[in-house]
């Protein structure tokens, strides 16, 4: 069965575009840091969203309201326009067998991992876990660190 969803045209960048993942944002209004990263890049960079990453950050609320208002900020970001096969989502997980890391990131992280690397985004956090898929890799992941 074919889709008949059509593919958004990839826009034109002139930064890297950024996956901010959910580290990010959980420690941004406690981290003078991590805003501050937050402030320089929002003008000049494009964000994108993809599914596993607007869960995590939706399941973070601790109320109807507070989830209702987490998802209307993620629908302010442009989604993902390219999504990762299961391959690709599984060849990340599989370099982390390959390189004795086997538990060093989380399902969901090698998932959101291969939505960047599809999409050619960075992936903004602030846990150590896309380091390790940087590691692992070779590079493929490509990640900013940004210590809370």
């Not at 929002?42 to 609320?61: F, R």
Request: aromatic share 8%; net charge negative.
């Amino acid at each position: 069965m074919r889709s008949t969803h059509r593919h958004r045209p990839r826009p034109t960048r002139t930064r890297d575009d950024l996956l901010v993942d959910n580290s990010v944002w959980q420690k941004a209004g406690r981290s003078l840091r991590i805003a501050e990263r937050l402030r320089e890049i929002s003008p000049g960079h494009l964000i994108i969203t993809c599914p596993p990453q607007v869960l995590e950050y939706c399941h973070s609320a601790r109320s109807p309201e507070e989830y209702l208002q987490f998802r209307d900020d993620m629908d302010g970001f442009l989604p993902a326009w390219e999504h990762p096969s299961q391959q690709q989502a599984l060849d990340i997980q599989h370099a982390l067998w390959q390189n004795g890391m086997v538990r060093a990131a989380a399902a969901f992280d090698c998932l959101i991992a291969a939505y960047a690397v599809v999409n050619d985004a960075v992936i903004l956090n602030s846990n150590r876990d896309f380091g390790h898929l940087q590691a692992a890799t070779d590079g493929q992941v490509r990640q900013e660190y940004v210590a809370a």
